[in-house]
């Protein structure tokens, strides 16, 4: 074994630009499925500014984001997160491991990250 194989190493199809960010997009990759273990689902990465952040259920951490330099505003969800480092008021800005998704909630369809990782930008 090598010493490589031994680090946790996530791998990303890379950044998305802000004019990226769409319900089309979403509904192209979810179409282009089925997702699977040889054929994984596109998974995104990059830079956001925090405007909200909250604890909803017990563990899942909703953010409002704003990719850093942009103007557009994005939900996004990360589940499961550890409450004793989320919600933090004191972190502004965040890198995110993100896939996009459709939410339907209530009749009303909007574009939201699901995040696989969320870490304070350094």
Do not use: C
Request: charged share 20%; aromatic share 8%.
């Amino acid at each position: 074994m090598l010493p490589q194989d031994l680090q946790r190493i996530l791998l990303t199809d890379g950044a998305l630009s802000e004019v990226d960010l769409t319900l089309e997009l979403a509904a192209l990759l979810q179409d282009a499925g089925p997702w699977g273990h040889q054929f994984p689902e596109p998974v995104f990465d990059g830079e956001f500014r925090v405007l909200q952040q909250r604890i909803v259920g017990y563990r899942h951490l909703k953010l409002v984001v704003m990719p850093v330099g942009g103007s557009l505003a994005v939900d996004a969800i990360a589940f499961n997160v550890d409450t004793e480092l989320w919600p933090d008021e004191s972190v502004q800005q965040v890198h995110l491991v993100y896939r996009l998704s459709r939410n339907e909630f209530r009749g009303q369809v909007s574009l939201q990250l699901m995040v696989d990782r969320v870490v304070p930008a350094s």
